[in-house]
Structures are given as structure tokens and as C-alpha cells.
């Protein structure tokens, strides 16, 4: 499922809102039918946990914290430290390597969708695996699916009922920060991590509702959303087809749909573990180009055949 922090900020419209409340119900109601007794997450970070001073790949969290961003839960999530950790043991056995966090902060990427499926974000025992989809250089989309498939064979040792959530917008080019376009300020939090004021979250919070109404309008200089982009990608997961990201170029990704496409890493992640079960059939299926959103804005549910 996509997230968006602008789903928790005034501007986009009742029947928008209305329209992906309709498919998060339908998920919900999913959810609830399937009762999971453990739920991994594979989510992006914002610069709100993970920053330059050192990026890893990838992350599984023993331990996490909500930071609160954009109004989702601040404080800790419920995490099993004894099932992450042999979880990470188990992917670095797979030869995927992962970094591990026993103090993870986990933004609204993380949040949002467990807030949305159960209420409350604590409401589960979860696994959080962070995958760096904004912070250039990125490694090849094959390594994505690999830890993907290393994940799910390991939940497949479980005996569990294991939700796994991919947390990710499709084509969108949002305004974030780089290491080559950030000011001085923003410098200090996407490299050395350090915290914004009060001050700076609203101006930031002000700045993304604005970005958002001029995209709306077809004005401001963000790239445009691709829905033709953004329904072959949902087509290949739909069709199980994985395999096809291992060819994907990076580039060519942020040059098709925007530098925060790559956020579909979690997406893949995500299907790649039900697929180390075998075959799987997707059921609700909504997609929706959401300009109010800056985002390509999707839903999927799945299960094993």
C-alpha cells in the first residue's frame, strides 16, 4: 500500500480522501478476516531515521520508535527483538547483507499503513525492515527482491500467520532533499541526523501542503506522475512477474517516474516473500493518480496459492 503524509494534512479532496478510505477498508477488512500474529513491514525512511553519516541498504529493527512525523504514533512499536534478530541472522545466511537497529526510528512510511490496517500502530507484534529508497547511490532492485525472498523463507519457518506490508508510493517526485540540492540547514538533518525544531517540522509540514496544491494545479517544477508507468509496474506484481525489476537501471526509474518511484523497492520486497511460498493471486486491487497526493497512490492484497 502507498502512504502519504498529505492523507493526515489539509488539501486533497473529501472524494479522494473517500475513494482511498473505500480501498484501505476493503484492506482493513482483509486484514482482519486473516487475524495475523506477526506483521513485517518493508518501508522507506524520510531522513527522519536514517541519514548520510551512515546509509545502509538495508535494516531490520530489533527494537523501533515512531518519531511522531506528520501526525502518525510517536513513541515505541511492539517489536519481538528475539524474531528480528533471527531474522536478520537468517538473511545475512541468505548472502543479503543487512544492517540491524536496536534503537530503529521509524517514520510515517512505517507507521501510517499499521495505523491505517489496525487503529493504532502497537496493535500487532512487527517486525520493521527499512529499505533506503531516497538516499543515492541506490544498490541494483535485484538485491531488493533477493532480501525479499530471504525474509519470506525464513517467515515460512515460523508457524505463524505473518502479514507483510510493502509501504511505498508509486510514481512521485516529492520535494526531498539531496546531498546536491539541500541548503546548509537540511544539510545538518539528512546528513548528521540532526533534529528540526518544532519551528522547522511546520515549515516543512507548510511547505509540503503547498508543493502539493501547486502540483494539484499543474503549477511549481515537480516531475509529473506516469499512471502508464504506474500500472505496468502493477500489472508485473499482479502477474507475478518479480523477476523483471532485476534488469531495471536505477536511472531509468527516477527518469520514468520520478526520484521517489523507488519507494516500490518495498512493494517488491514485499511480494518477493509471498512469492519464496510459491505462487500467489492478488485480490483488491485499487490504483488511483493522485496529484493532491503528489503520488501515484495504490493498494494490493495478496495471498499464497
Known amino acids: ?112 499503513p499499521l495505523q491505517n490496517l489496525f487503529g493504532e500502530a502497537t496493535a500487532k507484534p512487527v517486525i520493521p525492515i527499512f529499505i533506503n529508497s531516497v538516499a543515492t547511490p541506490l544498490g541494483p532492485m535485484r538485491r531488493v527482491r533477493g532480501l525479499g525472498a530471504a525474509v519470506g523463507a525464513y517467515l515460512a519457518t515460523l508457524g505463524k500467520r505473518v502479514l507483510v506490508i510493502g509501504s511505498g508510493g508509486l510514481s512521485h517526485d516529492p520535494p526531498v532533499p539531496t546531498l546536491a540540492t539541500a541548503p546548509p540547514a537540511a544539510l545538518d538533518r ?16 507548510t511547505a509540503v501542503i503547498e508543493a502539493a ?40 526509474v527516477a527518469q520514468q517516474a520520478g526520484n521517489s518511484a523507488h519507494e516500490v523497492r518495498t512493494w517488491v520486497a514485499a511480494f518477493a516473500a509471498l512469492a519464496a511460498q510459491g505462487s500467489y493471486e492478488t485480490g483488491s486491487r485499487f490504483y488511483r493518480a493522485a496529484p493532491e497526493l503528489i503520488a501515484g497512490f495504490a493498494v494490493r492484497t495478496a495471498v499464497c496459492t
Open 190 to 205: 539528512i546528513v548528521r541526523g540532526v533534529p528540526m525544531t518544532t519551528e522547522q517540522r511546520q515549515a516543512r509540514q
Open 1 to 112: 500500500m502507498s502512504h502519504s503524509p498529505l492523507l493526515n494534512l489539509p488539501g486533497p479532496s473529501r472524494e479522494l480522501l473517500d475513494d482511498i478510505d473505500r480501498a484501505l477498508t476493503d484492506a482493513r477488512d482483509f486484514v482482519a478476516d486473516f487475524d495475523p500474529e506477526l506483521v513485517v513491514t518493508f518501508s522507506p525512511d524520510h531522513y527522519n531515521g536514517f541519514f548520510y553519516r551512515a546509509m545502509p541498504p538495508f535494516c531490520i529493527g530489533t527494537a523501533a520508535d515512531g518519531v511522531g512525523d506528520y501526525g502518525t504514533h510517536q513513541g515505541p512499536l511492539d517489536v519481538p527483538a528475539d524474531l528480528a534478530t533471527e531474522c536478520a541472522r537468517a538473511v545475512l545466511d541468505s548472502d543479503i547483507d543487512v544492517a540491524i537497529s536496536a534503537a530503529m526510528d521509524v517514520d510515517h512510511g512505517t507507521v501510517q
Open 213 to 252: 496544491r501547486e502540483f494539484a494545479t499543474g503549477q511549481g517544477r515537480l516531475a509529473p506522475l506516469n499512471p502508464e508507468w504506474d500500472r505496468a509496474f502493477l500489472d508485473m506484481v499482479d502477474t507475478g512477474r518479480l523477476a523483471e525489476v532485476d534488469a531495471w537501471d536505477n536511472e531509468w
